[in-house]
């Protein structure tokens, strides 16, 4: 079977503390990001409308709205919008295990990216556990189409994302990019790329109490004629980019790593959460796997590499 390395479960060495605007509410908001025990998750503590708070685990069935973010609902009231950007990061790197403790009901869109949440946890430092890492292998193809959109998973020996956009702009027009993500590829190529938007829909969205903390600072900004923002942007294909970015955090909410290749044209956040619920839906399309106990040379270090075998674990809450 597939040899993998990282096959035991992780979390963060110590807390991590960030605080920005939250883009649609416009809010100032605080983040703490709290180690926590091995099949823990990512799970939310989000304020209550009575003072205390709610447990909302990162999960698809937990996904309430999908217009413009990703947001997670308790089903009583509580709720935690624009996710993905941070679920990405965690997916991205490796980070199975996470309490988020929220003050307020968005997360901070800090520079648009995944980035500022990559440093943190780098300057953090990752803790690697004794409790084994368990996947999502991929089996057969499982697919899901909406008009003129698409989306599938399909067997891989890896972790692969082939994106396609196509948006009726000259600034971006269709753009397509396939990678194996890997940590050091989510760091390189995907962590930095910005959200974005168009200024023609600009008054509509703030009608709609949207985007009220949108600035240059946080989003790229397209014009009629040109990119708003002074510094342009940070890759050629950078808003192909960031959907492959918002991709990884959106079928994070699978609540595993999936083996497997993840095709998407003309995605965004609702195709990407449909695409979750389809693999849900597949049960005989997948299996579960999770890391062999290491075996150890003389030298006391553990083989280079993980293999992989069936996982039998009971069924997800």
């Known amino acids: 079977m597939k040899t993998l390395s990282g096959g035991r479960q992780t979390t963060i060495d110590e807390d991590i503390v960030l605080s920005g605007i939250g883009v649609h509410s416009g809010k100032e908001v605080s983040v703490i990001l709290h180690p926590a025990d091995a099949d823990t998750g990512w799970v939310f503590l989000v304020p209550t409308s009575d003072g205390d708070f709610s447990r909302i685990r990162a999960d698809y069935r937990r996904v309430s709205n999908v217009t413009l973010c990703t947001v997670l609902s308790d089903g009583n009231g509580a709720s935690i919008a624009t996710v993905e950007h941070l679920l990405a990061a965690l997916r991205g790197l490796g980070i199975d295990n996470v309490e988020i403790e929220v003050e307020g009901a968005e997360m901070p869109i800090l520079d648009g990216s995944a980035a500022p949440w990559v440093d943190a946890i780098d300057e953090a430092g990752i803790k690697v556990l004794d409790e084994p890492r368990r996947w999502i292998k991929i089996l057969k193809p499982i697919r899901y189409t909406e008009g003129k959109s698409l989306a599938e998973l399909r067997p891989y020996d890896g972790c692969h994302y082939d994106v396609e956009i196509d948006f009726d702009s000259p600034f971006i027009g269709r753009q397509r990019m396939s990678l194996d993500v890997t940590p050091h590829a989510f760091r390189k190529e995907l962590s930095r790329a910005r959200t974005f938007g168009f200024m023609k829909d600009v008054k509509q969205l703030w009608a709609c109490g949207r985007a009220l903390g949108s600035s240059l600072e946080n989003s790229?900004?397209?014009?009629?004629?040109?990119?708003?923002?002074?510094?342009?942007?940070?890759?050629?294909?950078?808003?192909?980019?960031?959907?492959?970015?918002?991709?990884?955090?959106?079928?994070?909410?699978?609540?595993?790593?999936?083996?497997?290749s993840f095709r998407s044209v003309r995605g965004g956040h609702r195709i990407n959460a449909m695409m979750v619920k389809a693999l849900y839906e597949n049960r005989s399309c997948w299996t579960y796997v999770e890391a062999e106990t290491p075996r150890y040379r003389e030298s006391g270090h553990a083989e280079i590499g993980v293999a992989l075998q069936p996982a039998f674990a009971a069924d997800r809450a």
């Not at 790229?220 to 991709?247: C, M, Q, S, W």
């Open 220 to 260: 790229i900004a397209i014009g009629e004629d040109r990119i708003l923002n002074p510094e342009g942007l940070r890759f050629p294909d950078e808003f192909v980019r960031h959907k492959t970015l918002d991709a990884v955090g959106d079928l994070a909410l699978a609540g595993a790593p999936i083996l497997g």
